[in-house]
C-alpha cells in the first residue's frame, strides 16, 4: 500500500525548522503538483533550484530517512507557473498514482493532505479571524479566541463483501476513477465503524451482512482520510438493489476472475488480492 515503504522511514514529528538548500520542496495549485521530473521516477525541487527564496514562505512537512519536506505556502499569494521554480512541470493528483517510486507518491499524498488542511484553515472557524503557525506542534492557531485546529482526518471504511468464492465488485458513478472498487464510505457522528460497514452496504447495494472482521488501516491523503478495512459476509441470498447516485453497478465476481492492478496503492486493491489469493481467513 501507499504507507509501506521500508526500509525507509517515515518521520511526520513537526518541528518549525528553516529550509536548507538540499530540502525538497511541494508545491500545489488546487490538485495539482509542481515536481521537477515525472518520467520513469518522480523528482522533486529542491530549494536551492527554487527561485523564491523567502525561507518563512516555506513550511516543514516531514522527513524520509534523512530526506526533509517542505510546502510552499501559497495562502501567502496566489501561485502562478513560474512563481518558484524556472524548472518543473505541473503534475495531477489522479497522474500522481501510477508514479514511481512509491516513497515519492506517498510524499506527495501526505503534502496534498497537509496542503488542503492548511488553505481550509487560513481563517478561524470561530471568530474569522487569521490563524498562525504554532511552533511546538503541527496545529494552527488563533490569537484573538484561541481556537486551535488540528489537521483533519476523515475516519472512512473500505468494506469487503464475501458470498462463498464471490465479491462484491463496484464501479463509482460520475468519477474519473474506472476501475473496480469495494464499498466504502464515511462514519458518521455517533457511530462505530462496524456500524458504519453495515449502513454504507445497506445503502449503496441494498444488502445485510454478517461476521464484520476488521483487516488494516491506511492513512489516504488524497482525500484527507484515515481508511479502515474489514471483510464481512452477505447475511443470506439477497438481490443487489444499486443506489444509482453512488454506483455505475456492482456484481459479484469469482475468486479467480478479480483484477490484478499494477499500482499497488490503495487498500482497496490489497483486499481485492487478499480474497483472490484466498488469505482473508
Partial sequence: MIQD?????FNNHYEEKE????DYVLAYDGARVLVKNNQENLEFLTYGECTRKEKEDYIYLF???T????????CKGAIVENE???MGEWVTMQQIRT????????AVVTAYHLYVWYQNNRYCGKCGEKTTHDKKERMLFCNCCHNMI?????PAVIVAVKNRNKLLLTKYANRTYKRYALIAGFTEIGESVEETVKREVMEEVGLQVKNIQYYKSQPWGFDSNLLLGFFCDVAEEQEITLDQEELACAEWVDREDIPEYKEGLSLTHEMMLVFKNGLEG
Fill in 5 to 9: 515503504i521500508l526500509p525507509l522511514q
Fill in 19 to 22: 529550509i536548507r538548500e538540499e
Fill in 63 to 65: 522527513s524520509i530517512d
Fill in 67 to 74: 530526506k526533509q519536506f517542505f510546502l510552499y505556502d501559497t
Fill in 84 to 86: 518558484i521554480a524556472d
Fill in 99 to 106: 508514479c514511481y517510486p512509491k516513497e515519492a507518491v506517498f
Fill in 150 to 154: 488540528y489537521p483533519k482526518i476523515a
